[in-house]
């Protein structure tokens, strides 16, 4: 039934999904043109709003679980699994007082509607993944504009959308990365679920009748503990609220 409905509703989630990049995207150029970054932050946070909650059109719920008072005076390195492309507007939008950024890959700058311009204007590391010198370069400078403005960034260590929701082995290498730049960041886990159910048959349908939860988990001091370290910990947490522990 689920996939039923898919074909009826992913047509009108489409629709206003594709009408909020729309209109926000001169929104976002305003924003920034005349009153700077702050005011496109809100143009950004807002859009990643009306982004995440185009979910009701699928009849799938959102929630947002957070227990513990995460600090905003210094940067944070939150580290996810990653299950589909509606992972991120709900990332921002919930952790939009800790200004989070992202690490993108270089091709997304270009010819997107308000996707885009967000990139190349909000701050974030836009990588060329054939370029690992460049790709560094990036994350290193992500890591001191984090530092400079306390600001926090989301990575997915899988690397890659775990296209069935089991949580593919954690790589270490960004967290080791974002670390060396910015070595006072806390680490903090988010483990993401059923936001893979969504797109189980690819574009469409889009499946329906979901509980997609973004759930925050004990925050972590990085310490003298290693990136290799850190990152085992994060993989074993989020596992554990996806029991899927081996």
């Not at 509703?9 to 990049?21: Q, R």
């Amino acid at each position: 039934m689920s996939k039923f409905f898919g074909y009826i509703l992913s047509p009108i989630f489409y629709f206003f999904f594709a009408l909020s990049l729309c209109i926000f995207h001169p929104i976002q150029w305003f924003c920034h043109k005349f009153f700077g970054y702050k005011a496109h932050k809100v143009s950004v946070d807002y859009l990643n709003f009306f982004l995440t909650y185009c979910q009701i059109f699928l009849f799938n719920s959102v929630s947002f679980k957070n227990e513990y008072d995460l600090p905003t005076d210094r940067p944070i390195i939150f580290a996810a699994n990653h299950q589909s492309m509606y992972d991120i507007p709900s990332l921002i939008w919930f952790l939009r007082k800790h200004s989070a950024k992202f690490i993108s890959k270089i091709e997304l700058t270009k010819g997107i509607p308000s996707i885009s311009i967000n990139l190349r204007l909000g701050g974030g590391a836009n990588i060329n993944r054939k370029d690992n010198k460049q790709a560094i370069s990036e994350i290193i400078k992500l890591g001191r504009r984090m530092k400079e403005n306390n600001w926090s960034t989301v990575i997915f260590p899988e690397g890659t959308r775990a296209k069935d929701g089991l949580v593919k082995q954690f790589q270490f290498g960004g967290i080791a990365t974002i670390l060396k730049a910015v070595p006072n960041a806390l680490v903090v886990p988010v483990a993401i679920e059923n936001s893979w159910k969504i797109v189980r048959f690819g574009m469409y349908p889009l499946t329906t009748g979901h509980a997609l939860r973004w759930t925050i988990l004990k925050p972590i001091e990085p310490g003298e503990k290693t990136a290799n370290e850190i990152t085992l910990e994060v993989e074993t947490e989020i596992r554990k609220v996806l029991k899927q522990i081996s």
